[in-house]
C-alpha cells in the first residue's frame, strides 16, 4: 500500500472525475446558482479551481475580491461583463465576453460579473485549490453602523436604512429575488401610469478595500 510521506498515512487513492452538478456552492433560484470544484473534489487538481456559475439577464455576482488568487473568467454561453478596478490607479475597466471569449482578473483586484442575456453561463478558474473571497455584502453588513459613523461622518440611522435590504444576508448573486420582484412592480406602475421608466441609479466606484480581518470565507 502507497503511503503519504508527508503524513505517514496511506495515500488516497487519486481522483480523475467529478460531477460539478453534485455539489452546489450557492442557488439565488432555478436559473441563478453556482457549483464549485476544488481540490477536496479532485485530489488531483493540483493549484487549480474553479466555479461554474449560471446568470439570467441583468443578475450580478456581487462585487468582491480573491486575495490569494487570481481568476480567469470563461464564457461558454449567453453573454457578461466583467468590471474590475485597478487598484494602483482606482481605474475601473468593464470588458464583455461572449462564447470563447475570456477576462483575467489579477490576484486582489476589485471586479463583478453581470450578465447581460437569459441562459449566460460561464467559468471562473483559478490558480488556487481554495480561493479566498472577501464579498462586498459581508463588508456592508457586518461592519458597524457607529464605525461608519466615526470614520466617514454617516448618520448611522441611515446608514442602516440603506443597507437594511441586505437583511444582514451574504448575497453572492444578486439582486434577491424579492428585490428584483419590487423592481419589476415599480416598472410595472410607472408604465401603466405612463411614466418615463426609472434611471438608473447613478454609479459610484467603489474604493479598492484592502484584506478584511475578519474573513476569508473558503469555499
Known amino acids: 500500500m502507497m503511503r503519504d510521506p508527508y503524513t505517514e498515512q496511506p495515500a488516497a ?6 460531477n460539478l452538478n453534485t455539489n452546489r456552492l450557492f442557488t439565488r433560484n432555478d436559473q441563478n446558482y453556482i457549483n464549485r470544484l476544488g481540490r477536496d473534489n479532485l485530489n ?14 441583468g443578475h450580478v455576482v456581487e462585487p468582491h475580491y480573491h486575495q490569494n488568487a487570481s481568476e480567469l473568467v470563461y464564457c461558454i454561453s449567453g453573454a457578461a461583463e466583467v468590471s474590475l478596478i485597478n487598484p494602483f490607479t ?14 483575467s482578473v489579477p490576484q486582489g483586484w476589485w471586479h463583478w460579473d453581470t450578465a447581460l442575456e437569459n441562459n449566460t453561463h460561464f467559468l471562473a478558474i483559478f490558480d488556487a485549490p481554495y480561493p479566498e473571497y472577501i464579498l462586498y ?20 440611522e441611515a446608514w442602516e436604512q440603506a443597507i437594511a ?15 428584483a420582484q419590487q423592481q419589476q412592480q415599480v416598472q410595472g406602475t410607472m408604465q401603466q401610469n405612463n411614466k418615463p421608466a426609472q434611471k438608473p441609479l447613478p454609479y ?9 480581518p475578519r474573513y476569508p470565507y473558503y469555499y
Open 44 to 57: 488531483t487538481l493540483g493549484d487549480v479551481s474553479l466555479l461554474d456559475i449560471y446568470l439570467s439577464n
Open 90 to 103: 482606482n481605474e475601473r475597466t468593464t470588458l464583455r465576453i461572449t462564447p470563447g471569449e475570456v477576462v
Open 204 to 212: 459610484h466606484e467603489p474604493y479598492y478595500v484592502y484584506p478584511y
Open 137 to 156: 455584502s459581508d463588508l456592508l453588513s457586518k461592519t458597524p453602523a457607529d464605525v461608519m459613523a466615526q470614520t466617514y461622518c454617516i448618520d448611522p
Open 13 to 18: 487513492e487519486p481522483q480523475y472525475f467529478f
Open 165 to 179: 435590504p441586505l437583511q444582514g444576508e451574504t448575497i453572492i448573486i444578486g439582486p434577491t429575488d424579492e428585490c
